[in-house]
């Protein structure tokens, strides 16, 4: 693996590589609030493994990559809908598989339906199409959200890892992996610049963002929706409209899996899963 960093239209961005850049390449996008770490390693060397050269980033506020005042993100959603195409310049890559969580779910498919020609194919996780008459929340994540846990002490980095970790657990579901959830911790504790930053930012460059929602049925690559089977954010029938709106797509629902990348336990199944659906070619 090879982790480098680019500027790219004025934008200082960090990513990291697996395999040979002469196979496809396959973008993996985190979630809101998280850094690459929080695709692991072992999962994207087997992604590698099958063929593929696997690139993970860090969005702005995370890892290394450009950081802002806590609460005044200098980007809105378009600069993040952008990134991902600016890590595929500074690679030389024309047109990637994108696998997306959540927020960065959202930013793939924004990119496959603006950018259809950069994209082979899509691979949305725990992602909704927030249709009306969706199920809401599980009641003990909403609640987290009006009233969250008190802030740690910043400066103290193992007070900030163990506030991360409880963070994630109630996103993790039945199934939460606390021991994965500790090395992610320390991994973004240890790369980011600032985590308030992290925590913060992003949620205020989404909520600021009047722009139109991509519609899922303006997808026209080929897909395969992720969800998990427990996701306490966005229930299963959220990820089985979310596949029924894109045309043509296909569904895998990931048993126990919370709101959350595939955790090892699943990688038998997801990664041969991702390895056919990336295999995929652009028509001609």
Same mark, same amino acid.
């Given at each position: ?10 934008? !200082? ?27 692991? #390693? ?13 690139? !993970? ?19 809105? *959603? ?25 927020? %960065?779910? %959202? ?29 809401? #929340? ?31 657990? @109630? ?8 021991? !994965?959830?500790?090395? *992610? ?30 519609? #899922?049925?303006?997808?026209? *690559? ?48 997801? *990664? @041969? ?12």
């Amino acid at each position: 693996m090879t982790e480098r960093i680019a500027t790219v239209d004025g934008v !200082r961005i960090c990513f990291e590589t697996f395999g040979d850049d002469g196979d496809p390449a396959v973008l993996l996008l985190s979630g809101m609030g998280q850094t690459m770490d929080a695709w692991e #390693p072992g999962f994207c060397e087997r992604l590698a493994a099958e063929g593929r050269y696997v690139v !993970r980033f860090d969005h702005r506020d995370a890892g290394r990559s450009a950081s802002s005042p806590v609460g005044a993100p200098d980007y809105g *959603v378009p600069e993040l809908d952008g990134d991902p195409l600016r890590v595929l310049d500074a690679l030389g890559v024309a047109a990637a598989h994108l696998v997306g969580l959540s927020m %960065g779910a %959202g930013i793939a498919l924004t990119i496959a339906v603006s950018h259809p020609d950069r994209v082979r194919s899509l691979t949305p996780i725990g992602c909704s199409p927030l249709d009306d008459g969706l199920p809401p #929340p599980d009641p003990a994540l909403a609640a987290t959200f009006s009233d969250p846990a008190p802030e740690p002490d910043w400066s103290d980095a193992e007070a900030v890892v163990a506030y991360l970790v409880e963070n994630e657990r @109630p996103f993790g579901g039945p199934g939460f992996d606390a021991d !994965r959830t500790l090395r *992610v911790a320390r991994a973004t504790v240890g790369r980011t610049a600032s985590v308030p930053a992290l925590l913060t930012n992003h949620g205020i460059a989404l909520g600021n963002d009047d722009g139109p929602s991509p519609r #899922p049925a303006d997808v026209t *690559v080929p897909t395969l929706v992720l969800h998990g089977s427990a996701d306490p954010l966005f229930p299963l029938p959220h990820g089985e409209a979310l596949a029924a709106a894109i045309p043509g797509a296909e569904f895998h629902a990931m048993d126990g899996v919370g709101h959350e990348t595939p955790p090892p336990r699943t990688w038998d199944v997801v *990664v @041969p899963l991702l390895a056919r659906h990336t295999g995929h070619r652009p028509s001609t």
